[in-house]
């Protein structure tokens, strides 16, 4: 390389040097307020937004007085009951994406009636279930297997349900020894 030509690089540099050592922190640091502002997706698509104004009536408005809670349970006059499972280790860990299996015996064979799976709180959706109790029993009996990845299974917990109520079954699970499937 040319002598000159290294000198002028050279003198450059010392001179950014020196001007960003003589400046002040604020200085070196400013940013200015165009690069703090998202950007926008319809200039860099080349089109202009068009949005209609808002409409009055999709706005609710909050009641005058408080409404009464709904029931947790609608009355279906003893044809249907409730259930939901909360799957948990040690029993306050919960655990997610457990499979819960609802069966019914029905004359000597075992009926899936529901497949039911555990959110990240270790609870099921709350499956609607028949009630009609058999002759001689206050409530339905239904069987639940629970099975997880990392788990042993829990087979066959009799859970009742009851007309018209929310049974909820805490079901404990122990996990698998390290290495193992």
Do not use: C, H, W
Not at 123 to 130: K, N, Y
Not at 140 to 154: D, F, L, R
């Amino acid at each position: 390389m040319p002598e000159k030509y290294t000198d002028k690089v050279s003198d450059k540099y010392r001179e950014e040097l020196m001007r960003l050592y003589n400046s002040t922190k604020n200085e070196r640091y400013a940013v200015s307020e165009d690069k703090l502002k998202p950007p926008d997706p319809f200039a860099a698509a080349g089109v202009s937004p068009k949005f209609p104004p808002p409409d009055e009536s999709t706005f609710s408005k909050p009641p005058e007085k408080e409404a009464p809670l709904p029931e947790t349970v609608p009355d279906t006059g003893g044809t249907e009951g409730y259930l939901q499972a909360e799957i948990t280790t040690g029993g306050s860990f919960p655990v997610k994406s457990a499979v819960v299996t609802v069966t019914e015996l029905v004359d000597g064979r075992l009926i899936i009636r529901k497949i039911l799976f555990s959110d990240q709180n270790g609870r099921t959706e709350t499956a609607s279930l028949s009630a009609e109790v058999p002759e001689g029993s206050p409530y339905k009996p239904y069987n639940i297997k629970v099975t997880a990845e990392g788990y042993y299974a829990s087979d066959d917990i009799t859970v009742p349900i009851f007309p018209d109520i929310k049974s909820v079954q805490p079901v404990d699970l122990i996990p698998l020894p390290e290495g193992t499937q």
